[in-house]
């Protein structure tokens, strides 16, 4: 089957199916009881049925003629990268499907994204979302990044400075780019113009080996993954302060991957070597180390991208697993 159609069945046929705890026997907390709860387990994004799409059409009619009326079931295939907007959209990178998927989980509606100016996505990774609603995206096989607009058009495509883009964070009025072919974080203004870039490959404060995540409210916070730490830095890049070391014990990085920020500054970064996720201040020190290895609520296989919304809802891509799994912070 050609892989173009192949792709468009799997865009056509998506639904997002939530599985939440539905009785107090199945709620899980961390810490666990008699410790005060602080995390608590909501459900996942695992399961894509046909349901409400906001694209129709002759789409709708390949899939008809697939997978028949009911039974166009489907899971990610190579979910990497996760965004959420001041809507709850969900944004998903998925290189796998060589797509971004978007998941408006309140009004069971479902989008998604293939196409930049000039050809198909191939290997999106990143997603971050503007202050204007524009949606950028990495494709760090093209070496480009796509912004689309609110109705997910192409509005433009930045091609120059950049070698391997993977992680994306815009705030401030600016788009951090976690670039790991460069060793540096290059930095556009949102209609995509370069501004400058910091960094350059090493393991001192200040440089980096393979950068991949980024997150930012008033300081700029970068997965450094091979020198396995983590590296503050103001908004202009100047170095404020790292944290971490090699280990795959609470409180070392193993594989650091992704990375966020809740709204009380606290740093979130999923380990997809320890199948965990680990809840530090922005100075470093430990409070919670959640997860383990394996397929259950709570565990993961080679956790990636992570993303919190503005109630301090967590959004996890479980990558192996093949699902975003869902938590929510409580008063603490």
């Not at 069945?9 to 907390?29: D, K, M």
């Not at 949102?190 to 001192?204: S, V």
Request: aromatic share 12%.
């Amino acid at each position: 089957m050609n892989y173009k159609v192949y792709c468009i069945i799997i865009i056509a046929a998506v639904f997002v199916q939530r599985e939440f705890c539905i009785s107090q026997s199945n709620e899980l907390y961390w810490p666990s009881i008699p410790d005060t709860a602080r995390i608590k387990y909501i459900g996942e994004i695992s399961s894509f049925q046909r349901w409400n799409k906001k694209q129709s059409g002759f789409i709708e009619t390949i899939v008809k003629y697939f997978f028949g009326e009911e039974d166009a079931l489907y899971q990610f295939v190579q979910p990497v990268g996760i965004a959420v907007s001041k809507k709850k959209l969900l944004f998903v990178a998925d290189p796998g499907a060589r797509c971004v998927h978007i998941l408006d989980m309140e009004n069971k509606l479902y989008d998604g994204i293939t196409e930049s100016a000039s050809e198909n996505l191939l290997s999106p990774v990143g997603v971050a979302i503007g202050s204007d609603g524009t949606v950028f995206v990495s494709d760090s096989e093209r070496r480009l990044i796509v912004a689309y607009d609110e109705e997910y058009d192409v509005k433009f495509e930045i091609t120059e400075h950049l070698e391997r883009p993977t992680g994306l964070n815009f705030f401030q009025n600016t788009l951090y780019v976690a670039d790991a072919g460069k060793h540096t974080i290059v930095v556009f203004d949102n209609g995509g113009n370069y501004l400058r870039e910091f960094g350059h490959r090493g393991t001192f404060d200040g440089e980096f080996n393979y950068p991949i995540s980024l997150a930012g409210k008033e300081q700029l916070y970068v997965v450094d993954a091979l020198n396995y730490r983590i590296q503050q830095f103001e908004a202009e890049g100047n170095f404020r302060s790292a944290f971490g070391t090699l280990g795959n014990v609470a409180g070392k990085f193993a594989s650091p991957k992704g990375i966020a920020l809740d709204s009380r500054e606290r740093l979130f970064v999923t380990d997809a070597m320890m199948n965990n996720f680990q809840i530090l201040t922005n100075e470093g020190t430990l409070l919670l180390v959640i997860g383990g290895k394996g397929t259950e609520r709570g565990e993961f296989m080679n956790p990636s991208g992570i993303a919190i919304d503005t109630d301090d809802c967590i959004y996890i891509v479980d990558s192996l697993n093949k699902r975003v799994q869902i938590f929510q912070t409580l008063n603490y």
